[in-house]
């Protein structure tokens, strides 16, 4: 008897610390073998149509929250159940099944859902049924964030999509790094591939409107990513934006205003301390004037004061769609506004969206689409180091005065070298504006039952002007800086897809020729000491010293796309798939070369 209280008594110890029930059965003869029944315990099975065990599915008591899932042979055990209580039992990807417990043990079997086997997924260079889809494809629709005060693309994807990691820089506007399955290269770029309605964008996910966006699917592995060939070695990204539907109409305008703070601010120490650490490590001799005004506060500097504010975000949009059986529509247009935390840095974006469908014919089907953003940033930068002007707001003296006596701005003269943090922010931050336009248009040809051939045609535009202005009132010397970066992307992709079903067969095959051309200029150029700071960073004639410099490059992509998808009884499937490049950029000596890129997966 005492061993049982003392395996008792470690088990209830042991379920304490854990925060969970533990139920344990002490090894003692007289209760070898004995079935101990419970009334209120509804225990089961569940299992699919063949008979294979479910791992992981929802058991739960319909209107409450008591609840769990099945285990490795898909059994599962519910506490605390009356009989004629409801039992829901749910698993992705098959239909939920509820039954009313009789006190018996539940056998259920869960059927495949056929909605969710047929609903339709977008891949790369064409749709197919999610049953026929054997690569690792993550599907984000846009109901996951459309209720969520995001204000880009990139917070879409951010914590909801697995395998996917997103880096923001915090700055209003600022960069976005994306990463799927982690960094592949050291030295280059681990960007995705970002593919919008069938067009690559070198542009990224500027200047799309969150609100645009009706799906987002996300190709992680070398089976799904391989109809991009090299190119989509750091994972592919494909975006569908929202068209008319027939014989509906849409209405949609939504209005958000948001605050944003500090979250938490550093404990450091004020102006009254910091005398006092002054005068005990360098010896500085503060007059009791001068510490008594730090001590009651009329004097002295609280940095984090002067830097960091409360930051109002807008954002303003607006949606109208309609259509009839053969024509449909949808335009939208948006506004946002989203100040930063810091001073002086702020994002604006003004975007606007137009689709138009048609079936022209028959066998004819046309789409035109347009997208265009204009993007103004404000703000220094925040990057790690010696310069970022957080770090030296943090850094400076609290027990100096802010303004010198000719208005330029102090620095401190005791603990540090680098300039004003408040004057950095102030007339030494930038700016940085960006045009985007993207347009596309897409004719649909029906051959014949199951074949269509559909050729797409778009372009991405992309300009970037940014400006730069520094000024003697805060460093020792002005200058100022303007560069322009132009890219320019062509487009033509022309997708032959024959797709058939025959009793359990299902078989999906897709040639694709597609011609890419880009072309970037740059430009840009610098000025120092300037003659007069009042015409900023805009007249370098000013300047007494001046430097140039452009850059100009051109490549271009030549493809073959070919791909196999083949499924039987929705259980087995087969994808091959096929590519050939040739690349302007290979050695001149090598001619074009190709490159190759074949994937075989069997599923079951």
Known sequence: MNNILKQAGAILSLSLLCGMQVYAFPDY???????????????????????????????????????????LDGDFSLRNVKKGDIIVVSYVGYQSQEIAWTGEPLNIVLKEDAEVLDEVVVIGYG?????????????????????????????????????????????????VKIRIRGANSISKSNDPLYVVDGIVRESGLDGINPEDIRSMQVLKDASSTAIYGSRGSNGVVLITTKSGKAGVREIMFDASVGVSNVYKRYDILGAYDYALALKEVKGIDFSNEEMQSYQNGTAGIDWQDEIFRTGITQNYKLALSNGSEKTQYYISANYMSQEGVVIESKNERYQAKANLSSQLTDWLHITADINASHGVRRGGSFASGKDNPIWIALNYSPTMTMMAENGNYNTDTYNSIASNPVGILKLQSGETMTNVFNGRVDLRLDIMKGLTFTTTN???????????????????????????????????????????SWNDHHLTATAVYEVTSSETRTMGITGNNLLTEGVGWWNVGMASSRDANNGYEQWALMSGVARVMYNFKDRYMLTGTFRADGFSRFAKRNGVLSFYCRSLDVEQ
């Open 29 to 71: 003869p007289s209760l070898r073998g004995q079935i101990i029944e419970q009334s209120d315990i509804c225990q089961g099975v569940v299992k699919d149509a063949n008979g294979e065990s479910i791992i992981g599915a929802s058991v739960l008591v319909k209107g409450t929250t008591n609840g769990s899932i099945t285990g």
């Open 127 to 175: 749709a197919v049924r999610k049953a026929d889809m054997a690569g690792s494809v993550a599907v984000l629709d846009n109901k996951n964030f459309k209720d969520q005060p995001i204000t880009q693309v990139a917070d879409a994807l951010q914590g909801r999509v697995s395998g996917v990691h997103v880096e923001n820089s915090g700055v209003p506007g600022g960069s």
């Open 458 to 500: 778009g372009v991405d535009y992309y300009d970037e002007k940014s400006y730069s202005f520094s000024s003697k009132r805060v460093g020792t010397k002005s200058g100022m800086g303007n560069n322009d970066t132009y890219r320019l992307m062509l487009q033509s992709s022309n997708n032959l897809t024959y797709t058939g």
